[in-house]
């Protein structure tokens, strides 16, 4: 009787551990243990949720950065038409970023060459005629039939309010002269100027179709003429 009464009293005190450690809680649990068990228990119960938690802030972390970091200023957009020769527009944009002395953390300038008006490509005269009503061209550079179309319609400035003096008297021999049509389609009197100019013998360009050579013109949005200037400068250097 005494040895069973013994069995019965371990079963018993066994059933009260095992109740007491149902009741710990796991970082109970965790602190209650040695060496290995311990790191077992943390691996299994804590681990996984620190490195989901920690992912997680990571993630939020780097969209907020996203977000609010300062983009550079836009400082100049070339807008090239029909001219499909991308290696010849990076080196371009290089160039002139070097020539300007670009700061990329706080500036950036844009080449963007996927204009095509000969063609007649709908998305890109779209986009073209967007971008320069809303301000976002600085200049365009385009052959001399597609420059003629869209400075009769009053789009680009004459090269008198943008070059000084000096720079106008340079460069008077290139000038692409043209006029401005009315809503009927007629010249009006005395409005021809220069609006553009040749780049015949620029090297970035030498690849263009000589029978319809391309003129650089300044949009009448954009609002730095400084920069336009340079620009110009620069292509004849």
Known sequence: MQIGNKKTALKDNAALYNHVSDKMTDREKLKSLKGRKRWIQFRDYYLLKIVAVLAVLAFVVSLLFTIFKKRPESVFFAAISDYPNQEAVEKLKEEFD????????????????????????FDAIQKFTVYMYVGEISVAVMPESVFTQRAQTGLFKPMSEVL??????????????????????????????????????????KDSDPSDPMVVAVCGSWQNNK????FIEFLFK
């Open 227 to 230: 920069i336009c200037a340079d």
């Open 98 to 121: 070097a020539y300007i002395s670009l700061d990329p953390e706080t500036q950036a300038t844009t080449f963007d060459n996927s204009f095509y008006f000969k063609t007649n490509e």
């Open 164 to 205: 000084s003096t000096e720079l106008y008297l340079k460069y008077n021999d290139r000038f692409a002269m043209t006029g401005i049509l009315d809503d009927a389609g007629n010249m009006i009197e005395n409005s021809e100027k220069a609006y553009g100019i040749f780049l015949n013998d620029c090297g970035y360009f």
